[in-house]
């Protein structure tokens, strides 16, 4: 039945008969179809006619069968339709009876029938009786789009939060945010303050269904990225999707096992795109499933470079997708038509990779020549080809091979230097004095050849290299904090710049720092401590590094030795140099406690804010503001961590245990400078109390510890990086309390 009187309708409205229309149109429940779309569409045409009139009747009459049927959101698209014909078609409200208000009000009570709040919103909107009714239904609108239940975003800097309902007395939306529950928001301000985020959003989820998010990590690794993907934007950076887990729904310590089995997944998922490498690759999610040979293919025609190019080549023939992949790779590297020595050979050693070629293929009559050869090692970028390419000159007629890795090993990257100095070992006597040269240019000239001379002072630490052109072990490493430092001077801002000073410096880390403290445990005190002083002016090093280090220095000699003997007694009583005391006075210790919780009450709390409200300006891949706040925060935090762990190193200086008859830490000295006879007033104290306006040293800098241990009368030299001077103690005065 409901099939023939649709059937009708449209026969009528086919055949310009509107009289007829009328009498076939659905007036009660049993003649409503089931989809009233082509219905509307019939008005849409009568309204293009100029019937909008007999097309409001019409409509009007569908109110009644749909409540009858309770087909509310049918319902209230009809009553929209009716409400713009109305307001903006230029129909009079006092041509119909109809109960616009009354019908929208039944609607939405029974349609957000789960929502507590319906009823004051329909009051507060006054829907029933406004006139005209359009703003009262934006007002709904609103009212309905910040239900309770709703997780919104914050756009000024409170985060996500969680819509809780309705105070009909004041007329504000109550939300629940993590620093903030209970904050009220006026509903007019709310579509400026909040943005709705979808169910399926990772940020709504957090707060509705943590327990689904962590399931998910578990069980649906891949589709938890898809998922934040799609919540920032489709497409953000490993740091990123990382912000958005940890530590909410992956712990921080199980992040990194968690992250390498996810990301090699993700990157063979048909949805997820893949680009760069390392930390800052960046994954965006597809509108559609990508096909593996074109994409792969992609990758290879657009690299950045021939090392990315090779490298997309080797992933293929790895991937899991290699049988689609392979083939596209392998014509494609065929078309090609290389000519340069260099691109010969990779080209050979790509398809011999991807099982297209033989290692007798390839002719290397050619790389007789020790230019051409030579030409081939530095042209090719990719590591594990280069180490390939260099086996392959190893089976061409080189004449002079000793002179010919001599200039290898100066042409190459650090890959192949093991594998050169190897390789010299097997030619005799020429082979080990081309060694010896090797290894005593770059020794001799450690800022000339930085990378080099890192890599020698490595290797010469753990005994793989014995040479009598070394230097000893104290001067490597005083050579090595010379080069790192000159390289940071004059490298500065290039890429890699950082990842180029760690691995110069490795060898002070190498084996967890056991290399560094073997060689600290063989030299003297004066000479550990010297070495202390260099890492702590060196500017390349991070201050977490110097810690380390200076850690190490303590470790291998805990004793300074510019201490004099006679006060190693005193040193027993609390006061020393160990690194891991930090002494003070109380007065010092408070204004740092003051400044520590300054920190932790007031500015990470703020540095949250500014955080939470970069985060609500959209895609973070491309928000500076969104950066900048992340790095301030994290500096901020790794700074309050770093005031905790000095905390429980603190150590009050006791005053009665301050000498009177020598300088110490905690009194103060006037020097008589011997060379222009005027006097100057010095205090030692600890690294939270220098200050070099008012003459107050640390005890830790150069001058501090060579003005300690001074009695009344003695004359001394003070070295200086600048110069050399001379002092005379004249007294000693304690300090004001």
């Known amino acids: 039945m409901v099939r023939v009187a ?210 998910m990590a578990k069980d649906e690794p891949v589709a938890l990225v898809r998922m934040v993907l799609a919540s920032r934007t489709r497409k953000c950076n490993a740091s990123r999707i990382k912000a958005m887990l940890v530590p909410d729904v992956i712990a921080t310590k199980s992040w990194t096992n968690w992250w390498s089995k996810t990301r090699r997944a993700a990157s063979t998922d048909p949805l997820i795109r893949c680009q760069g490498q390392g930390a800052g690759a960046e994954f965006s999610l597809r509108a559609a499933p990508a096909d593996p040979a074109q994409e792969v293919l992609t990758q290879f025609r657009t690299a950045a470079n021939r090392k990315r190019r090779a490298q997309v080549a080797l992933d293929a023939a790895k991937g899991p997708h290699a049988g689609q992949t392979t083939p596209a790779i392998v014509d494609a590297i065929k078309k090609g038509t290389p000519t340069e020595p260099a691109d010969v050979v990779e080209t050979h050693l790509l398809l011999e990779a991807l099982g297209e070629a033989n290692p007798d293929d390839l002719d290397v009559s050619a790389l007789g020549e020790p230019a051409v050869a030579l030409q081939v090692l530095t042209g090719i970028r990719h590591p594990e080809l280069r180490k390939q390419a260099f086996a392959i000159t190893q089976r061409a007629p080189i004449a002079d091979r000793v002179t010919f890795l001599h200039d290898a090993f100066f042409a190459v990257d650090d890959d192949l230097w093991d594998t050169i100095v190897g390789e010299l070992g097997a030619h005799d006597d020429a082979g080990a004095a081309c060694r010896d040269r090797i290894i005593e240019r770059v020794a001799r000239h450690p800022r000339r050849e930085p990378d080099r001379y890192g890599w020698l002072t490595s290797r010469a630490l753990r005994g793989d290299i014995d040479s009598d052109n070394l ?40 084996r967890d720092g056991a290399l560094l403290e073997k060689v600290l445990a063989s030299i003297s005190a004066g000479e550990a401590y010297s070495l202390k002083d260099r890492f702590d002016s060196c500017l390349a090093f991070t201050e977490g590094q110097k810690r380390e280090l200076n850690v190490r220095v303590a470790r291998a000699h805990p004793q300074r030795p510019d201490r004099a003997e006679d006060s190693v007694e005193e040193d027993a009583e609390g006061v020393s140099f160990s690194s891991d005391v930090i002494w003070t006075t109380k007065r010092g210790l408070e204004k740092r406690r003051r400044e520590y919780e300054k920190l932790v009450n007031e500015d990470i709390p703020k540095g949250q804010q500014a955080l939470n409200q970069a985060a609500s300006y959209g895609d973070l891949s491309e928000n500076a503001e969104w950066s900048y706040a992340l790095e301030q925060q994290d500096q901020m935090t790794k700074r309050a961590e770093g005031m905790e762990a000095e905390f429980s190193r603190a150590r009050v200086i006791d005053t009665a245990q301050i000498p009177s008859d020598r300088t110490a830490i905690g009194n103060r000295g006037v020097f008589r400078d011997e060379e222009t006879s005027e006097s100057v007033a010095y205090t030692v104290l600890g690294p939270w109390e220098a200050n070099a306006d008012r003459n107050i040293l640390s005890y830790d800098s150069p001058l501090g510890r060579q003005l300690l241990n001074r009695a009344i009368g003695d004359t001394f030299e003070v070295k200086l990086p600048v110069r050399t001077m001379r002092y005379t103690l004249e007294r000693i005065e304690p300090l004001d309390d």
Not at 476 to 499: E, M, T
């Open 6 to 215: 649709t059937a009708a309708v449209l026969d009528a409205h086919r055949s310009g008969d509107l009289a007829k229309l009328e009498s076939a149109w659905p007036t009660d429940a049993p003649s409503l179809p089931a989809d009233i779309t082509p219905l509307l569409g019939i008005l849409d045409e009568l309204i293009g006619w100029g019937e909008a009139r007999r097309a409001g009747t019409l409509l009007e009459s569908l109110l009644v069968p749909l409540e009858d049927t309770r087909r509310w959101p049918e319902l209230e698209t009809v009553l929209r339709r009716l409400i713009g014909m109305r307001e903006t078609a230029g129909l009079a409200m006092d041509e119909s009876n109809v109960d616009l208000g009354g019908h929208l009000a039944l609607c939405f009570r029974n349609r957000f029938a789960d929502c507590g709040s319906i009823d004051a919103f329909i009051d507060w909107s006054q829907i029933r009786s406004a006139h005209p009714i359009g703003p009262a239904l934006e007002q709904m609108d609103i009212l309905l789009d910040y239900k309770e239940g709703e997780v919104v975003l914050h756009e000024s800097g409170w985060g996500v939060g969680l819509i809780r309902g309705f105070d009909p007395d004041d007329s504000m939306l109550i939300v629940d945010f993590a620093e903030r529950k209970g904050h009220k928001i006026s509903p007019n301000a709310a579509p400026k303050l909040l943005k709705r985020l979808g169910a399926d959003d990772i940020r709504a989820l957090k707060v509705t269904d943590p327990d689904r998010l962590k399931a």
């Open 471 to 510: 230097p000893d072990a104290a001067s490597l490493i005083r050579k090595l904090v010379d080069a790192v430092n000159h390289v940071s001077r004059n490298d500065h801002g290039a890429p890699g710049h950082r990842d180029r000073l760690n691995r110069i410096a490795s060898a002070l880390t190498e």
